[in-house]
Structure formats: structure tokens, C-alpha cells
């Protein structure tokens, strides 16, 4: 098994052959998330606490007499940003476990969750570059458009989706995915955000 470098690059330079190494693979759902995703799927929320944290202190002189943002709200919200990566991967494998059958795709969750957690990190990787919170939105928003493109490669090879069935099937995939990520999302900031009072102006 090639080390998460090296697979890293072979999913810019040569995804087909990544893909095929994948399929082929035996592994175990907790090695993909112990080996992959909790490694990968903590650069996002890394990169963008840092971030966060370098942009509000950089605005604080204008934001200071309307909004108080503490650390630990940061922090937190990093924390649950990671958490939920981690619950989309889990989520999303099993939903295209139950949906690969009316695709004629083998549902098979093993080689579901090995689809999603390589297909999605293009956009962990892009996370890094949230450190500069501008520009990491707009690398963050090219890696989803080749992590689409990942999937779709993917889905003959890990899940032996017909051909025809597969644009379809990714279709369905990123329209599930992101009402899954909204949700997540909705709900990260009604943790962080609830009882707080930084949409109170401070005077």
C-alpha cells in the first residue's frame, strides 16, 4: 500500500491508476478512516482555525464594536468542522451502499466508503490554503469540481457501475452530498453560535 503522500500524488497525476489500485485492495472500513480520513480530513479545520484566527485579529479594530468572537468559539467550531468531515464520509458511504442496487453498482460498503473518503480529499487537501481564508474558498471550490471528477472515475472500478449508469449516479451523489454538508453545517453553527453574542453590537 503506497503511503498517503505518494497516493496524494498519484490522484493528480494518474487518478485512473489510483482508482485501480484502490478497488483492488483488501482493507477495512477502520483502516481507510484510521490511515486516511482522520488524517486528512483534519486539514481543513486546522488550516481554517489558523486562518480564522489571523483574519479576525486582523479586523478586530473595525469588528470589535459590533462583535466579540472569543478563541474558544474558533476553536470549537474547528473542532465540530473536523467532526462532521469525518460524519459526511460515514453517511455518504452508507447512502451509496443502499442506492448502488437501483444504479446496478455493487453495494458493497467497504468499496463505498474507499469511493467517498479518496473522491473528497482533493478537498481536504485544498483546505490547507484556508489558512488565507479567500483564497483557501476559492481552492477549496476548484478541488470539489475535480473531487465531482474523482467520483466518476471511481464508480466502474470500486462499486463496477455500469458506464451508463455512472454520470447519473454521481449526479446523485454530489446533489446528496451537499444537502448532507448543508445540514452539517446548519447544525455546527447552531452549536457554536447559540447563546452567544456575536450578533449583538457591543457598546
Do not use: H
Not at 30 to 56: E, I, K, M, Q, R
Not at 103 to 118: G, M, P, R
Not at 121 to 135: K, M
Request: net charge positive; with cysteine.
Amino acid at each position: 500500500m503506497n503511503s498517503i503522500f505518494q497516493r496524494i500524488q498519484l490522484m493528480f497525476t494518474n487518478p485512473r491508476e489510483l482508482w485501480a489500485q484502490i478497488a483492488g485492495e483488501a482493507t477495512s472500513i477502520n483502516s481507510l478512516y484510521l490511515g486516511w480520513v482522520v488524517w486528512l480530513a483534519a486539514v481543513p479545520a486546522v488550516a481554517g482555525l489558523l486562518g480564522s484566527l489571523w483574519w479576525v485579529g486582523r479586523m478586530s479594530g473595525m469588528l470589535k464594536p459590533y462583535m466579540l468572537m472569543g478563541t474558544g468559539i474558533l476553536v470549537t467550531s474547528a473542532i465540530l468542522s473536523y467532526v462532521t468531515g469525518i460524519a459526511l464520509v460515514v453517511l455518504l458511504s452508507w447512502i451509496i451502499k443502499a442506492l448502488s442496487p437501483s444504479f446496478q453498482c455493487s453495494a458493497d460498503l467497504v468499496q463505498a466508503t474507499k469511493t467517498v473518503a479518496y473522491a473528497i480529499a482533493p478537498i481536504w487537501i485544498a483546505g490547507v490554503l484556508l489558512i488565507i481564508p479567500p483564497l483557501g474558498a476559492i481552492a477549496v471550490l476548484i478541488a470539489a469540481i475535480y473531487a465531482i471528477y474523482l467520483l466518476y472515475l471511481a464508480l466502474p472500478q470500486t462499486l463496477q457501475c455500469p458506464a451508463d449508469k455512472s454520470i447519473a449516479f454521481t449526479a446523485v451523489i454530489v446533489v446528496i452530498a451537499l444537502v448532507i454538508n448543508f445540514i452539517l453545517r446548519m447544525i455546527v453553527g447552531s452549536l457554536v453560535f447559540a447563546g452567544t453574542p456575536l450578533s449583538t453590537p457591543m457598546f
